[in-house]
């Protein structure tokens, strides 16, 4: 039982660079071109790995350990999430506001990394990264909140084993509105169009990016990694609370292959609609972005009333 | 053995100042009274810490030897707030020994020395109090000694019109606490707390919501709520940092101590909206208390608006716990008051620790501004080290202290969804999301105190010179931040106490395992984020110190960072309804716009309250002194009118009364 | 059959959803061609209630109705709408006074009022109560569009948005008008849109653009 939930975490982990890779390689078909391979992002990471670390004679020592304590929680938040079973490693005691607050914690060495660095890039970053992230918390709880109500429990694992005891057609709006509103902030979390956009290098619209220009070689390397497990930790929330059939009943090698294949495929959908996404929409102004966050806020609202509502 | 303790160190606290000023200059005395002050809130922190854990009862009754109902008593409630105060005191006197010696001379020095212990023992006598006289003695004497502090750094005219903003307030909350106690007399035998219990329950509702409304705004001025918090931003940053710390972190604290007394000792359940008028001031309180902090460059004025956005979180608990209470649902009121009752301790510690990191700061770098700081970490490793803690600590980040309270004040409102009744399942699920809202916030800003104060390059020559602060500072920080990250990571140990503490209030109540499970996993998610880390240090690394990427130009300086100012920037444009500042741009001569000689710009910030709350309501009041004086004629004849018309109004009204 | 009824009781249970869903959706869309589709796609859940609705009842009237309104509403108006907004050749979007977020908010609140507002009816009337709030949360929608939308167009869209929910009212509360008056209203309906469609051409011929904010110089 254990060593399922240990492979849950290490499945989330080590695919979490083919997703990125898949979104690329999608949005490269989408626009016609060819795109690179898929395992690109496992060549980016190993290279990167055997480079040299630069560090900014300014940096101090936060410098060198946020990359760690950003992978490190993001990694950890992994042990919450189900995605083959209804069950997680932490998923029984951790609920969903300590997953919430282990990305707060990455987030906020990262920007504390980006600070360090000493250049404008950095603190240019991070103040984008603070004002997205501080008006995303909000839909973000306020969604799983509306869910965590509807399933009487807090607990991920808890919330997606009540789910899978639903009825598919029974669909209500309290998940409708909350579906919406956390793929929005997933979007706005995750860094892609049309809040961030995960290929640009103009400091008049990067968030991310500018925050890692002075990172090099493993740190790099392990701040890409902890972005692409966000990503797919984010995709399997969205699977796990709001489509989680297909997930294995029993613990039987079959059960847990076709449980495989089903939650690969479900992100793979989910990856080609980033992919649609990206290709057809531009993006949005900075100061658009708290309207869109807005917008997310509004709908998490509106679930949560609706849990008291439809009762 | 623990009350002739108990005894002696109230003794001992007592006899230090006299110490003080009769020994004269000596250094050899302030030594011995600044270790005999530290031995005794040590001893305190001890008597405390065991009635605390073990619920031992002590008790002093001096009604027998004063004419006035005088006499002070420990519960595991006091305890609790007893260890808060004996504790931080501990340190900040730690500190203290330090800072004071460096940076006061003379008589200053010495009414310091003086005044630090008795402000101690006042808000001692505040939270160990059991009647209402002992009470209001020490909540009176706490404003005095807290002012005398304020009063030993300086004089100016701008901090003596702050001085007496922050007298004012205290004195109109303490009238209206006053009134609160005085309303209890109808019925009550006397004013000692057991008698104002038992007349509670035969109170008409009215009173009692008379009581209450007393209560919150008495308690909330001194707490520093929305809009009773002007206070605050103006009294701190004057005050000497150990005394900012003290203030902030614990006197603060005894106004909590006082609500939770009337609000859940004295008076039973009441209607629900008094839940929601504490949600709505916490709420309020929360929010601005963020957004008008991120909007400062003072370390200290900021880090006093942070106090009005922990105070909002502590309100957001104890409404909760109104709310359930009011729809007897005992076990969520246990839940969400051992949310803000921790809360409390834990503000206590990492805002104590904040402060004092910022006297460290001026300390070594000779200013507040944070634009004028910047790569303080590489100079000060123990007071950066220690910043981080508290800083992670406040905004609630998870294997710090911050973390435990927040997540049992999330599941208190998370709960209310189970009560099943219309506005509250709706109301507190949906506070979840001014809580994240502020919590969200509150990391904004500390991402950009310690990025702009502590990392990247020095943004002025005093920051690059400054030296790290000497040992007793230091070791004074990593005392506060220790119990910070224990809290964050084996809570267990500090909630069971405290729930059982509930239990006075609450008899029968046990929360339930799922809502305290936070202590079981804290340890594992510790366990796990610190093994990964030391994973990842093990990978192998070649590191190389290269010159800051700068776009290919040479010359990268200090003044290219991002400041303070700009990294609010976003936030402050997403919330310009919240600051509405007034602009004023001089462009001089101003016949030729194009072609200046001159160009002044200017941005001033006050507060919407002061605007439209404060100024029109001293207006109003001057006003009418104003016109009351054409009553002051002078003239004696008049005077004798007055009192003859006084006499018949007062004839008519009792033939028909 | 098992499943046709199974299909029906789930349409009838989950359009109210699905209704909300397309207000908030108008609320936040930015382009007049957005707005139309979701018009068609409401129009749409429209028929597949009226065709449960049919079913569940037994009514053959209301295959009528069905059938009008998938031809009138989903098919018909949308079309005429994308080619006048094809024949305007007028710059696509639709210039709220209000935004994105805030008039989500605002179609938040709307569709929590219609919830409070019919709730004491519901229970007298005997009618699902998200399907009448849903019915009274077009309406107030609708009106919502038309205040705060600038441009002619997405008033006429607002405006049908209304429409979609006074029918909607007339369909839960009486379970629809005679077939005669239905036929009269979608008859109306259609001829209100081409006229509204002659103005909007108008006012653009004699303003060059189709802000109606710009009208105030009529005052003259």
Request: charged share 10%.
């Amino acid at each position: 039982m254990i060593w399922l939930s240990v492979g849950q975490v290490l499945l989330l982990v080590a695919i979490a660079p083919l997703v990125r890779g898949v979104i690329a390689r999608l949005k490269a078909r989408i626009q016609n071109r060819c795109g690179a391979s898929v395992w690109r992002p496992y060549a980016d990471l190993v290279k990167l790995f055997r480079k040299e670390d630069l560090v900014p004679p300014s940096a101090s020592i936060v410098f060198r350990f946020a990359p760690m304590i950003v992978f490190a929680a993001t990694v950890t938040a992994a042990a919450f999430v189900p995605a083959l079973h209804g069950s997680a490693l932490l998923g029984a005691t951790g609920d969903f506001i300590l997953f919430v607050y282990l990305l707060a914690l990455s987030r906020f060495f990262l920007s504390l990394g980006a600070m360090d660095g000493g250049s404008s890039f950095g603190g240019m970053g991070a103040s984008r990264e603070a004002l997205v992230s501080a008006l995303a918390e909000v839909p973000l709880l306020l969604g799983l909140v509306a869910v965590a109500i509807l399933a009487r429990t807090a607990t991920l694992a808890g919330i997606v084993q009540w789910t899978v005891r639903q009825d598919f057609t029974q669909i209500s709006a309290v998940h409708a509105l909350a579906f919406a509103a956390l793929a929005l902030v997933a979007i706005a979390e995750t860094g892609r169009i049309p809040v961030d956009n995960p290929t640009t290098h103009l400091e008049l619209t990067m968030i991310h990016e500018a925050m890692v220009l002075e990172y090099s070689g493993p740190s790099l390397a392990l701040i890409e990694w902890a972005s692409a497990v966000k990503l797919s930790l984010l995709l399997a929330l969205l699977i796990g609370v709001f489509a989680p059939w297909g997930m294995a009943g029993g613990i039987s090698v079959a059960a847990l292959v076709l449980a495989t294949l089903v939650f690969l495929l479900k992100v793979f959908v989910l990856a080609l609609a980033i992919a649609v996404v990206e290709s057809s929409i531009a993006k949005l102004r900075m100061y658009l972005v708290p309207d869109f966050l807005g917008v997310a806020s509004a709908l998490a609202i509106l679930a949560v009333v609706f849990t008291a509502l439809m009762r | 053995m623990i009350q002739t303790l108990f005894d002696a160190f109230l003794i001992g606290l007592l006899c230090i100042p006299a110490v003080i000023l009769a020994g004269g200059r000596r250094r050899s005395i302030r030594v011995l009274a600044s270790a005999l002050l530290l031995i005794g809130l040590l001893a305190g922190t001890a008597v405390a810490g065991v009635s605390f854990w073990r619920g031992d009862r002590l008790a002093i009754d001096l009604s027998q030897l004063t004419p006035l109902p005088f006499s002070v008593a420990v519960d595991r409630l006091s305890a609790f707030f007893l260890l808060l105060i004996c504790g931080v005191g501990a340190a900040v006197t730690l500190f203290s020994y330090a800072y004071v010696e460096h940076h006061y001379t003379g008589r200053r020095r010495d009414w310091l020395w003086a005044l630090l212990p008795l402000f101690l023992l006042s808000m001692m006598l505040v939270v160990t109090a059991s009647t209402a006289f002992a009470f209001l003695f020490g909540w009176e004497l706490m404003t005095l000694f807290s002012a005398g502090l304020i009063v030993i750094d300086g004089d100016s005219e701008q901090r003596r019109h702050s001085l007496y903003v922050y007298l004012l307030m205290m004195h109109a909350g303490a009238a209206a606490v006053a009134a609160g106690f005085l309303l209890f007399l109808p019925n009550a035998a006397g004013l000692s707390f057991a008698s104002m219990r038992t007349a509670a329950a035969l109170m008409p509702a009215g009173l009692r919501t008379a009581i209450f409304l007393l209560a919150f705004i008495g308690f909330g001025a001194k707490a520093g709520i929305i809009p009773l918090h002007i206070w605050l931003p103006k009294a701190h940053p004057i005050a000497p940092s150990p005394v900012s710390a003290l203030m902030s972190g614990v006197m603060l604290k005894t106004a909590v101590y006082g609500f939770v007394r009337f609000g859940f000792d004295f008076l039973g359940a009441g209607p629900d909206w008094w839940g929601y008028l504490v949600l709505a001031a916490g709420a309020v309180s929360g929010v601005l208390g963020v957004l008008y902090a991120i909007a400062e460059h003072d370390l200290k004025r900021l880090l006093a608006y942070h106090s009005v956005e922990n105070i909002g979180i502590i309100y957001l608990g104890l409404g909760a716990a109104l709310v359930f209470r009011a729809h007897n649902a005992p076990v969520w009121v246990a839940l969400a008051l051992l949310a803000a009752l921790l809360h409390t301790l834990n503000h206590g510690l990492f805002k104590s620790l904040l402060f004092l990191g910022a006297g460290a700061v001026s300390h070594a770098a000779h200013t507040l501004d944070i634009e004028e700081l910047g790569g303080l970490l590489k100079r000060m490793r123990t007071t950066g080290a220690a910043f981080l803690v508290a800083c992670c600590s406040i905004i609630g980040l998870p294997i710090f202290n911050g973390f435990i309270s927040e997540w049992l004040t999330f599941r208190s409102f998370l709960a209310g969804s189970a009560l099943g009744s219309m506005p509250a399942s709706v109301v507190l699920p949906l506070m979840a999301g001014v809580l994240a809202l502020i919590g969200g916030l509150a990391a904004a800003c500390f991402a950009k105190v310690y990025g702009v104060a502590f990392l990247g390059r020095p943004r002025s020559a005093q920051a690059d010179h400054a030296q790290e602060v000497p040992f007793a500072m230091r070791a004074s920080m990593v005392l506060l931040a220790v119990p910070c990250v224990v809290i964050g990571i084996a809570p267990g140990f500090v909630l069971r106490p405290l729930s059982a503490a509930l239990q006075q209030f609450l008899p029968g109540t046990v929360l339930p395992e799922e809502a305290v499970s936070i202590a079981g996993v804290m340890p594992w998610i510790a366990a796990a984020v610190l093994a990964l880390v030391f994973t990842a240090t093990a990978i192998r690394r070649v590191t190389r110190i290269t010159p800051t990427w700068a776009c290919g130009l040479p010359g990268l300086d200090s003044r290219m960072q991002y400041t303070s100012t700009s990294f609010s920037k976003p936030l402050r444009r997403v919330f310009s309804q919240v600051y509405k500042p007034d602009r004023t741009l001089e462009i001089l001569p101003a016949d030729r716009p194009y072609f200046p000689t001159a160009i002044s710009y200017r941005s001033v910030r006050t507060t919407s309250f002061e605007k439209s709350l404060y100024r029109p309501a001293v207006e109003a009041i001057v006003g009418t002194a104003h016109r009351l004086r054409r009553l002051q004629t002078g003239n004696i004849q008049v005077y004798l009118l007055y009192i003859f018309m006084a006499l018949v109004a007062l004839l008519v009204f009792m033939r028909f009364a | 059959m098992h499943l046709v009824h199974f299909a029906a009781t789930r349409a009838l249970a989950s359009s109210a959803v699905f209704l909300f869903i397309t207000v908030l959706l108008m609320a936040t869309a930015k382009r007049i061609s957005t707005c139309i589709v979701l018009f068609s796609a409401q129009c749409a859940i429209i028929t597949a209630e009226i065709l449960a609705m049919a079913y569940v009842h037994r009514s053959s009237e209301a295959y009528a109705v069905a059938a009008l309104v998938l031809i009138v509403k989903v098919l018909a108006i949308p079309y005429a709408l994308f080619r006048i907004v094809k024949d305007l050749q007028a710059p696509g979007d639709i210039t709220a006074s209000t935004t994105a977020a805030q008039s989500v908010f605002i179609a938040a609140g709307l569709i929590l009022l219609s919830f409070f507002a019919v709730e004491p009816y519901s229970e007298t009337l005997r009618v699902d109560t998200g399907m009448l709030a849903a019915a009274i949360a077009l309406v107030l929608s609708g009106a919502f569009l038309m205040v705060s939308r600038k441009k002619a167009l997405a008033q006429v869209i607002g405006l049908l948005v209304l429409e979609n929910g006074i029918f909607l009212a007339a369909l839960t509360t009486t379970f629809g008008m005679p077939l005669v008056v239905e036929i009269g209203i979608f008859f109306d309906l259609l001829m209100g849109v081409f006229l509204m469609g002659l103005f909007v051409f108008r006012i653009r011929d004699t303003f060059e653009h189709l802000d109606v904010s710009k009208l105030r110089r009529l005052r003259g």
